[in-house]
Each structure stands twice: as structure tokens, then as C-alpha cells.
């Protein structure tokens, strides 16, 4: 594989010093290199081109990856861009005035160069292969410099994501033991109160904790499989709340088609419960409804008096979760005593969204 990438690599710098030189060739005088284009001179000037390149190009190469590998790939600017240019220039430009002040002064005979005045030659020759080095090492410093970006760019996201599923995981840390300890609380009345109801207590909140564990290492499931959980959810709600809540749902889609981060309709019911103030004669009405391109949660509004200020954490987690799907935003209002998400609608492909690649 790297011998592959490396012959690539190769293969492109020689294509690049073959154009650049016969662009050269044909747009000079030819008594300056002589008559023939494949002569004894052309050859000459050809073959040391074509070193001073790819050895230039090598050594720029070199010394840019020393560079970052002892100081990391946040070292790369315009600083160490300069002082890897002087390096390199200090290297190569003593060795071609040693060239061409020899194939001019000492070999001119037998490479036929023979020029009318040799100074001026070699001025000429030194000058432009000296241009030509640094353009090539500042378009290779610009290469670097665009590849240890994209590189940072990637992990920077995937310390985000990992950050993102800590927090996630931590959150649903919280949300169980919570939602455990509150509907153990109503299946205990519910015993001494109505046995048959109890049984299907029992059972949806077994469906509930089957679906938060299968799904506790995925961020994102089927609209239908939320649904279904949502569904347990809402019934142990309604047995624990009775008439002071009222929660309605609303799908126009067909839920296989689309997905969802985990829990995320559970987190804002769980969010207008913990922030409203609701009774039998101000029942809490929460609604939900699904169409392709959103999902609203809306509830009223009647904030309680709280001890301390919410952190917001639930509707951040559920943002910065969309985040990695869609550049469409979570959209959250509070107006007219009534409080309202809106969700993006996600295809079930959602997490098939693709990811920068280094290219080396």
C-alpha cells in the first residue's frame, strides 16, 4: 500500500518538472540552450532539473514531517512555514551554483553549452532554478499546512463525539434510576388499588427498560421503535398523572422510513412535566406530532417556582445530538403560555452522513 502511494507520488512530481521544464524550454530563446530540444545541453539542463526538483521536493518533504512529529501538528504556520523554507533553501542553492558553475565554466565542451557570455549564464540558470525551488516548497508548505488542518478538524470532531456520547450516556444515567424510583412509587398504590391495571404497569414499564437497554449504546433508532416506547411511556403517565396530564400524538409519516436520537421524545415530556405546574382542574396538555419534515413537541406553559435555575441540559444534549445528522436546527419558542420543539425530521440514512478523509 505505502509502496503504491509513494510510486503515485513519484509518478506525479515527475509529470510536474516534465511540463515545467519543456514550458521553460519552449518559451525561451533558443540560442540560449542551444538548437536541438533533445541535444547533449537539453539533456544536461533537463537531468539537473529534474534532480534540484524531486530532491528539493524530498528534502522539503523531510523536514516538514520532523518538524511535526517533534512539535505536534498545531506547529505548522507561517513561522515554522519560513524557517522551513530558509532550511531548505540553505541546502539546495549551494548545490545548484555547484552545477551549473561547473557544466558552464568546466564542462561546457562536452555538454555543448558553450554560451556567449558565461556570467550571465549563470546568473540566468541560478536565478530561475532558485525561483523555482521556492515555489515548489511553498506550494508544498501549502499542502501541509491544508492536510494538518483537515487532520485537526477530524479530531476536534471526534472528541466532540466522544464528549457528546459521555454526556449522552450520563444523561441517561440520571433518567433511569429517576423514572425507576417514580414508577415504582405508582405500582405500589397500584397494588392496593387496582391489581389488573397493575399487571399492565408492570408490563409496559418492563417494555420501557428493554427499550432504554437494547438501545443504551446507540444514539440513534427507528421513528416507529420511539414510538412504541413512547406509547408505554405515555399509558404509565397517564396511570400516575390521571387527569392532569394529557398527552396526544399525532403521526403523519410512515415511522420506518425515519429515525431519531434515543430518547429524545421521552427527555420533553420528562422536561415539560419537570418545569410545569399541572393539576386535575390545569391539566399539563402536551402534543405531539410527526410530518416528514418536522416533529413539534409543544405543551402549555405554566412555569413552577424552582429552587434552582434549569441548566437546559436535556434540550442542549438533544441540539448538539441533531448536530451530527443535519445542518437543520432544533428549534426551541416560549410564547403565549405555550412552550415548543421543533425537531428535524431524519431519514432513516441519517447516520450514514460521510466524514473527511486524509489524503497523504
Not at 515554522?80 to 564542462?107: M, R
Not at 530561475?128 to 477530524?154: C, G, H, P, W
Not at 396526544?248 to 405546574?277: G, R, W
Amino acid at each position: 500500500m505505502r509502496i503504491n502511494k509513494n510510486i503515485r507520488k513519484f509518478g506525479f512530481r515527475l509529470l510536474v518538472v516534465i511540463a515545467v521544464f519543456f514550458s521553460i524550454k519552449l518559451t525561451i530563446d533558443a540560442d540560449e540552450y542551444g538548437q536541438d530540444l533533445f541535444g547533449t545541453e537539453s539533456l544536461f539542463y533537463f537531468f539537473s532539473a529534474l534532480f534540484f526538483f524531486l530532491g528539493t521536493w524530498e528534502l522539503n518533504d523531510w523536514l516538514i514531517k520532523k518538524h511535526l512529529s517533534r512539535r505536534g501538528s498545531k506547529a505548522l504556520n507561517w513561522t515554522s512555514g519560513l524557517v522551513i523554507l530558509g532550511k531548505t533553501l540553505l541546502f539546495v542553492l549551494p548545490i545548484f551554483a555547484i552545477v551549473y558553475y561547473v557544466g558552464i565554466y568546466h564542462l561546457d565542451d562536452i555538454l555543448q553549452i558553450n554560451p556567449s557570455n558565461p556570467s550571465l549564464q549563470f546568473r540566468s540558470d541560478f536565478l530561475r532554478a532558485s525561483l523555482l525551488a521556492v515555489t515548489t516548497i511553498v506550494f508544498n508548505l501549502l499542502y501541509f499546512a491544508e492536510k494538518v488542518r483537515k487532520e485537526l478538524e477530524i479530531r476536534l470532531g471526534k472528541v466532540e463525539r466522544e464528549l457528546l456520547d459521555t454526556k449522552y450516556k450520563s444523561l441517561k444515567s440520571q433518567i433511569s434510576p429517576h423514572f425507576l424510583f417514580n414508577s415504582l412509587n405508582t405500582l405500589t398504590a397500584l397494588m392496593y388499588e387496582d391489581r389488573d391495571l397493575a399487571s399492565d404497569f408492570v408490563t409496559r414499564l418492563s417494555s420501557c427498560y428493554r427499550y432504554i437497554l437494547d438501545n443504551r449504546e446507540t444514539d440513534l433508532v427507528r421513528l416507529d421503535k420511539e414510538l412504541q416506547f413512547l406509547d408505554s411511556f405515555i399509558f404509565m403517565m397517564d396511570v400516575r398523572h390521571k387527569m392532569s396530564v394529557r398527552i396526544t400524538t399525532q403521526i403523519d409519516v410512515n415511522p420506518f422510513e425515519y429515525s431519531i436520537p434515543t430518547l429524545s421524545l421521552q427527555m420533553l415530556v420528562e422536561n415539560a412535566l419537570k418545569h410545569n405546574y399541572y393539576s386535575n382542574e390545569q391539566p399539563l396538555i402536551i402534543a405531539i406530532s410527526v410530518t416528514p419534515e418536522t416533529i413539534i413537541v409543544e405543551n402549555t406553559l405554566r412555569k413552577r417556582k424552582e429552587v434552582e435555575p434549569s441548566t437546559q441540559m436535556g434540550i442542549e444534549n438533544i441540539k448538539k445530538r441533531y448536530g451530527h445528522y443535519t445542518n437543520q436546527k432544533v428549534k426551541v419558542e416560549a410564547k403565549d403560555n405555550l412552550f415548543k420543539v421543533t425537531l428535524p425530521s431524519l431519514k432513516q440514512n441519517a447516520n450514514e452522513r460521510p466524514h473527511l478523509q486524509i489524503v497523504s
